[in-house]
């Protein structure tokens, strides 16, 4: 089992840039796909963003591509999510989830476990 742990959430102003970070400990983190999703008050949650285990692939949903990136630290077993240009509509409690494989990323379903949120709030 693994556990994970988001911080860096906040409240910050549109346009500005906020750091998420996902730290994870039990089971080796470097063979895990990790992801971000996000959960907005009355919506489903959605896909973020996702890295492969060795970082060299990552994917992003169109709403933040070009303005956020994921990348990840093997050695310290953390995830992070930058996101600049923030927009109100990016305000959300962010989770970090992981799982083994690639394919279909964007599945919430084939992520395996799950950290407890942090949330990300934007002013206009």
């Known amino acids: 089992q693994v556990q994970l742990v988001e911080s860096g959430g906040g409240l910050v102003q549109a346009g500005t840039s906020l750091r998420l970070s996902c730290s994870a400990s039990g089971r080796p983190f470097s063979r895990y796909t990790m992801g971000w999703f996000r959960q907005a008050p009355g919506m489903e949650r959605e896909f973020v963003a996702a890295?492969?285990?060795?970082?060299?692939?990552?994917y992003y949903a169109d709403s933040v591509k070009g303005r956020f990136t994921i990348s990840r630290d093997n050695a310290k077993s953390t995830v992070y999510l930058q996101m600049n240009s923030l927009k109100v509509e990016d305000a959300a409690v962010y989770y970090c989830?992981?799982?083994?494989?690639?394919?279909?990323?964007?599945?919430?379903?084939?992520?395996?476990?799950w950290g407890q949120g942090t949330q990300v709030t934007v002013s206009s």
């Open positions: 989830a992981g799982r083994t494989g690639i394919s279909n990323y964007d599945d919430q379903w084939q992520y395996t476990f």
């Open positions: 890295i492969s285990w060795s970082g060299g692939d990552t």
